[in-house]
Structures are given as C-alpha cells and as structure tokens.
C-alpha cells in the first residue's frame, strides 16, 4: 500500500502550526496555574513600576528595603506556582529546583505450564505454542523482569521539564543465555508539548490495557516503546491530539508516523489512532496502515470495563501489533498479513488491598489459504489466535503485593491445527516509592 499523501499532509501541518502546549498535571491545573502567574506577573510588574517611581509613589514610611521584600515575596510565590507539577514522592537537593523521585520494584514471577511449554520466552507466547495434544509443560521461576527508575521535574515560566530513565533485566541475548541483561526500557524528556526520547509508542492504548499478572498481557495490542519525536496539543475543551514520528521497524529505513486523539469524558475515555509504517524485506519495502480505536468505561466508582480494537497490515517486529503474522517476500513482493485484534478487560478494585482483572486478547488475519500471503509465509501461519487472564492482586501490608492469574489461550494455523496453553503465573512484588 502507498503512503496516504492526505495523512502526510496533514500531520505536517498539524506538527508544523499547532501552538504550543504546556504540560500540566491536568487541563484544570494548568489553567488554573496559568491565571495565577498573569495575576502574579501584573503585580509584579505594577510594584517594580512603582519602586521606580519612589518615593514619590511609595506610601508613607515604606523604605526601599519593604518594596525589596514585597517584591521578592512576590516573585517567590511566582515560582511556587511555578512548581504545582512536583511529582509526589519526590525530594529536592538543596539550592535546587529540580524534583527528583526514585522507583521501582523487585520482582519474582513461578510460572507453571499444564501443556506444552512455548519457546523464546518465560511469559505467555501463544503465537508459538506447540500444535498438537501437548502436555509437556514446565515450571520455571525468574526475577529478572523487576525493574527501577527515576523521573524529575523542573519548574520554568510556561510549565514543567520533565524527564524519565527506566530499565528492567529483561533484555533478550539470543539462545546462549535466558535474557538477565539490564534493558532500557524508557527515556525521554518532554516541555511545552514536546516528547524526544524512548517511551510507549503513541500507537499504543496504554489507558484500556487490562493489567494481568503475566509480564507480556493478552495478544491482539500494541506494545511496543520505539525512540520518538512527539507533539501534543491539549484543548481541554475539544480533545488532545498527539503527532509522532518513531522508529522504523526492524530493517525499514524510513520513520513510522502516528496521528492520535484522545477525549476524557466523566463515565471514561474514547481514543482514536492512525499509522502509517514501512516494512522491509532483503531490501525490498512496502508501505502499511495501521488504525486503532479505544475506550474505558466506568460501570461504577470501582469497576471499569474496557476495549480496544487494531487493524494493521504487517508488522516486523510483531509489537505494533501482537499477534499477527510477519512480512514475507514473494517473487519479489512483500506480502503483509492483514490482521484485526480486539483486547477487552474487566477491573474491579475490591477493598483498599484486593483488585482483579480478567481479560480477553484475540487475533485473526484476513489471508486464507490459497492467497499469495499463505502461500508464500506457509500453511503453519497463524490464522486466529485467543487468550483470555483471570487473575488477582492481594497487599498485605504497605508496598507488598502478592499476584495470582490462571491463562488459557489456542492457537489455530491456517491448515487448522492447534495448540492449547494453560498455565498459572504466581507474583510477589516488592515496591519502593
């Protein structure tokens, strides 16, 4: 598929005229902060007139030494407002302005497969599950997914700078060895609308991804975190709208482009993603669409339900959208899998210590045998792929939390065979800050 001049156009102008945009805590805050500078900035620039004008203009008795402190008492409460977007659980050095918070979590994971066991990973892989009646499962146990990081924010006149530096043990390192490498999982730096750096793709529904036990989640999602160039503009009025240009996939040359909007309504949220991605295959390329809808509803104060759907053509590094089948060449074409996927969840938060979450991800590719995509990837493609979660999360005591979620999922191939998983994955997590 070509590439949409339309949608090149307009993310153009959307990245090149949009005004700028400070981030703030919320629409609200924002505004609110906003009034209070100009109310601030008018004051302070009404004192310093009338410092100048002193003492003719000074009221009897004030010294030039009142007008200082009035003025510095001015300016410092300027910059205390400044500072409303401090990240809670922070601290600051002294003599800076900065905010500094350190977090993370030591993690262990007992994973129990009751058929056959997947390769490449220790959580879910259903796009490898073994065919056939397999009930060769294996228990495994691994810390390697806990993780730490630090985010700062920094006060200026128009918003906060804010950073982000994440990793986990997580990296893959090929057949040798079973990952344990320190992975970069995030790093960026957004101001006055702008994101540059390494974070969740903006193609991605982070707001209605149900939360499961098992590190991977559901398939039928994005998730994926490429380096980015990101622009949001926020009307709180209207809606929020987010341009991205990300990294390639695996062996493209050219950038993968998203344009998103997002609403937050009182009852939930409602999102709507295009994309368009390059893949590449021994040198050969084709374009691809991607287009993706999302919404969470709050059925009461505790319970949200939510759903997400994702149509893509391709994709290389099985991430843009988990499931689907990768690019191949055939007699000098590349064929691209066109694939739906749906993700819906259901979250209930219990008490002050229980929550849970079940969870239903599904894949299904448009090709049938006979295409030229089938018969060029091969009848052992994956056709339709469902996994559904049901687990839950116990805290016992303060920054402790004990998981549990039973997983069942199949995998059908486009000559009809199956695959069956079922497995439990226990969790106990340690947090800090």
């Known amino acids: 598929m070509k590439l949409n001049h339309t949608f ?10 949009l005004p700028p945009a400070a981030l703030a805590q919320t629409a609200k805050d924002f505004e609110e902060m906003r009034n209070e500078l100009k109310a601030l900035r008018a004051e302070l620039n009404q004192l ?21 402190d009035r003025i510095d008492a001015v300016e410092l409460k300027q910059k205390d407002a400044v500072v409303l977007g401090d990240i809670p659980g922070s601290f600051r050095l002294p003599g800076s302005e900065t905010s500094i918070r350190i977090y993370g979590f030591a993690e262990a994971n007992m994973v129990k497969d009751f058929k056959g066991t997947a390769p490449g990973d220790t959580f879910t892989n259903l796009m490898e599950q073994p065919l056939g009646d397999n009930h060769s499962g294996k228990a495994s146990l691994t810390a390697q997914t806990s993780r730490f990081g630090f985010e700062t924010s920094t006060p200026t006149s128009i918003g906060t700078f804010n950073t982000k530096i994440e990793a986990d043990f997580y990296a ?5 060895c079973n990952r344990g490498r320190l992975r970069l999982r995030h790093a960026y730096g957004e101001y006055a609308g702008w994101l540059i750096g390494q974070t969740w793709s903006t193609f991605m529904d982070t707001d209605n991804l149900p939360e499961t036990v098992d590190f991977n989640g559901p398939p039928g999602a994005t998730f994926r975190r490429p380096t980015q160039v990101r622009y949001t503009y926020n009307d709180p009025n209207l809606a929020k709208f987010q341009f991205a240009i990300e990294e390639p996939t695996d062996g493209a040359r050219s950038p993968n482009l998203v344009a998103r909007v997002d609403k937050a ?5 409602v999102n709507a993603r295009l994309m368009s991605h390059e893949q590449r295959v021994d040198g050969v390329s084709k374009r691809g669409m991607g287009f993706g809808l999302g919404a969470g509803y709050k059925i009461t104060g505790t319970t949200t339900l939510m759903a997400q759907y994702t149509r893509l053509d391709g994709d290389g590094d099985g991430a843009y959208l988990v499931g689907t089948n990768y690019p191949v060449l055939d007699a000098g074409t590349v064929r691209l899998d066109k694939s739906h996927g749906v993700v819906l969840g259901l979250s209930n938060v219990f008490s002050e210590k229980l929550r849970g979450t079940v969870s239903l991800g599904m894949v299904r590719s448009r090709n049938k045998l ?16 469902y996994q559904w979660h049901a687990g839950m999360y116990y805290l016992p005591i303060k920054n402790v939390e004990l998981g549990g ?7 059908t191939t486009f000559d009809g065979q199956q695959g069956d998983m079922l497995r439990l994955n226990l969790q106990a997590r340690y947090l800090f800050n």
Do not use: M, T
């Not at 090149?8 to 005229?17: F, I, P, Y």
């Not at 893959?172 to 040798?176: I, L």
């Not at 979620?405 to 995998?411: A, D, H, N, P, S």
């Open 8 to 17: 090149l156009a307009l993310l153009a102008a959307g990245l090149c005229s």
């Open 48 to 68: 310093k007139a009338q410092q100048a004008q002193a003492p003719a203009a000074a009221p009897a008795g004030a010294s030039a030494s009142a007008w200082n």
């Open 172 to 176: 893959y390192c090929g057949s040798e």
């Open 265 to 269: 309504f009182d009852w939930g949220n």
């Open 370 to 385: 006979g295409d030229a995509y089938v018969n060029a990837y091969g009848a052992e493609g994956n056709h339709k792929l």
């Open 405 to 411: 979620e039973l997983i069942g999922g199949r995998r």
